[in-house]
């Protein structure tokens, strides 16, 4: 069995005195796909803000890769190799999908503004190393038919698959994915839940995801934990978590959004 790639240890999230996430606790192996479930409200969104070091934790202790990090910040999490997407889509619509691509890289430049603004020997390079990377993430997520298609003109799909590339193209090795499939027809989710299949697969990354289908949980991932206000009523296999009556208590027996 791996090893775990992630530690959740006794993690609390508080807003104006409201617990988000309470004392939670758990692990997450090395190439696994672990599945966040759990009710409208449930913690699962903040969780990944924690991960990712958007909200700084009350409580507890996060291991990343053997390091141990009571506060990590959006920068030091994405430099560690912890990429993430949103609810949302966080795209720049009147930008191409080749630049959307390379703003994921950002945070990873390491030539200055003047060394870009003059063409540098050293700017040229690591510019053309991107591009690189990107043309790969484009052949990987079959998006490059589309690669000078302004995003704003993609359909839906199309968009959330960017995101999706967006966030592999800096090659995390922990990848967090914020529903990556709502909004989605049947068709739709059917594609992305191969993509991710095929990151997880063929690019050896672990990925954490929130998902309301059971269907698409049940078929694609090795590993559940179920939240329900903030606490974690289940964590299993999933024919182990859908066998736990606390989870069917608080989520698979009741309806959802």
Same mark, same amino acid.
């Given at each position: 069995?791996?090893?775990?790639?992630?530690?959740?240890?006794?993690?609390?999230?508080?807003?104006?005195?409201?617990?988000?996430?309470?004392?939670?606790?758990?692990?997450?192996?090395?190439?696994?796909?672990?599945?966040?479930?759990?009710?409208?409200?449930?913690?699962?969104?903040?969780?990944?803000?924690?991960?990712?070091?958007?909200?700084?934790?009350?409580?507890? !202790?996060?291991?990343?890769?053997?390091?141990?990090?009571?506060?990590?910040?959006?920068?030091?999490?994405?430099?560690?190799?912890?990429?993430?997407?949103?609810? /949302?889509?966080?795209?720049?619509?009147?930008?191409?999908?080749?630049? /959307?691509?390379?703003?994921?890289?950002?945070?990873?430049?390491?030539?200055?503004?003047? !060394?870009?603004?003059?063409?540098?020997?050293?700017?040229?390079? !690591?510019?053309?190393?991107?591009?690189?990377?990107?043309?790969?993430?484009? +052949?990987?997520?079959?998006?490059?038919?589309?690669? +000078?298609?302004?995003?704003?003109?993609?359909?839906?799909?199309?968009?959330?698959?960017?995101?999706?590339?967006?966030?592999?193209?800096?090659?995390?090795?922990?990848?967090?994915? #914020?529903?990556?499939?709502?909004?989605?027809?049947?068709?739709?989710?059917?594609?992305?839940?191969?993509?991710?299949?095929?990151?997880?697969? #063929?690019?050896?990354?672990?990925?954490?995801?929130?998902?309301?289908?059971?269907?698409?949980?049940?078929?694609?991932?090795?590993?559940?934990?179920?939240?329900?206000?903030?606490?974690?009523?289940? #964590?299993?296999?999933?024919? !182990?978590?859908?066998? /736990?009556?606390?989870?069917?208590?608080?989520?698979?027996?009741?309806?959802?959004?």
């Amino acid at each position: 069995m791996s090893q775990a790639i992630l530690q959740v240890r006794d993690i609390s999230l508080s807003f104006k005195g409201v617990k988000a996430i309470n004392a939670l606790s758990f692990d997450v192996r090395r190439g696994e796909i672990c599945a966040l479930i759990g009710p409208n409200g449930a913690g699962k969104s903040s969780l990944l803000n924690v991960l990712n070091g958007v909200y700084r934790f009350d409580a507890g !202790e996060i291991v990343f890769d053997q390091q141990h990090f009571q506060r990590i910040d959006p920068l030091g999490a994405a430099r560690r190799g912890i990429g993430r997407t949103f609810q /949302n889509n966080a795209l720049f619509k009147k930008m191409s999908v080749l630049d /959307n691509l390379l703003t994921g890289l950002s945070r990873h430049m390491r030539t200055t503004f003047i !060394e870009q603004a003059l063409h540098l020997p050293r700017a040229r390079r !690591e510019a053309e190393a991107f591009r690189a990377r990107a043309q790969g993430i484009l +052949e990987f997520l079959d998006l490059q038919a589309h690669r +000078e298609v302004l995003v704003g003109n993609l359909s839906y799909g199309l968009q959330k698959r960017v995101e999706l590339g967006r966030a592999l193209i800096a090659g995390p090795s922990l990848l967090l994915l #914020d529903e990556p499939m709502a909004g989605m027809n049947a068709d739709e989710k059917r594609e992305m839940a191969r993509f991710v299949a095929d990151v997880n697969r #063929d690019l050896g990354t672990t990925v954490v995801l929130i998902e309301h289908d059971m269907g698409v949980v049940m078929g694609l991932s090795d590993h559940v934990v179920v939240l329900d206000y903030g606490r974690k009523v289940g #964590d299993g296999t999933p024919a !182990e978590v859908q066998a /736990n009556p606390d989870v069917i208590a608080a989520y698979l027996g009741v309806a959802h959004g």
